[in-house]
């Protein structure tokens, strides 16, 4: 038989579970967890109370028993251990009348175990060691950089942090704005030193005359700075 006690409700007492149990052994087995399922190893057979080499799975979700590959030989009160590598099956006898201990451990591989019972747990199993061997390859790909780039800067004379393998990424780029002196010049002074440069020696207004004879002559231009203004007197 096989009963439950949840232990979020312990009120609620052991519940008896009707289960096929006709796979089960009655006492003496080894026993270990694995996922949702509880792995039993060998044990006493309940038709003839004999050693038996049988290892049945208890889901206990489903409260169902799936067979599994039995060990090489019957055991009684073995000790199962359960790793990344496999499920480990330690000492125990063979339920013979003078017991004989029987000697070494038998191991069930843990990749067959996690087919009958969850293939998810060995794919992620199997991720777990794909992960781990491309960590090592990387690390050590980068080791190799590391060392190969040290030694041919040593080699060119560089020191300190130059000898570290590794390249400038920086790169300055134009300014966002550029001086206000600058700014102003460009766009007022410029324009202004060409309109002035244009438009010298050109005539600006006009010229006017105060008569031949004590009168003020001509008037230059304002463009023409390199004369300077003069006034002719006429004789009385």
């Known amino acids: 038989f096989v009963q439950y006690l949840d232990t979020q409700n312990l009120a609620g007492g052991w519940v008896n ?22 792995i039993l190893l060998g044990g006493l057979s309940k038709s003839d109370l004999r050693a038996i080499a049988n290892v049945v799975a208890f889901n206990m979700e489903t409260h169902t028993f799936t067979p599994l590959p039995p060990v090489p030989f019957p055991i009684l009160y073995g000790h199962a251990v359960l790793n990344q590598e496999g499920l480990v099956l330690l000492g125990g006898f063979d339920g013979a009348v003078e017991p004989q201990i029987i000697p070494g451990m038998a191991q069930l591989m843990l990749k067959g175990v996690s087919e009958v019972l969850n293939p998810s747990v060995n794919a992620s199993l199997d991720m777990h060691r794909w992960a781990w061997w491309l960590l090592k390859w990387f690390l050590a790909a980068m080791l190799s950089y590391l060392a190969a780039g040290v030694f041919l800067n040593s080699r060119e004379g560089l020191t300190g942090f130059d000898l570290v393998p590794h390249s400038t990424f920086w790169t300055e780029l134009p300014a966002l704005c550029i001086d206000g002196a600058v700014f102003f010049w460009q766009q007022v002074g410029v324009p202004v030193v060409e309109w002035l440069s244009s438009q010298r020696g050109q005539p600006h207004g006009s010229q006017s005359c105060w008569g031949r004879a004590g009168t003020v002559g001509d008037m230059h231009g304002l463009g023409d700075s390199n004369q300077e203004p003069t006034a002719t007197y006429g004789a009385a």
Do not use: H, K, V
């Open 17 to 38: 579970i009707n289960t096929n149990d006709e796979l089960a052994p009655l006492r003496g087995f080894a026993y270990q967890a694995f996922g949702s399922s509880l």
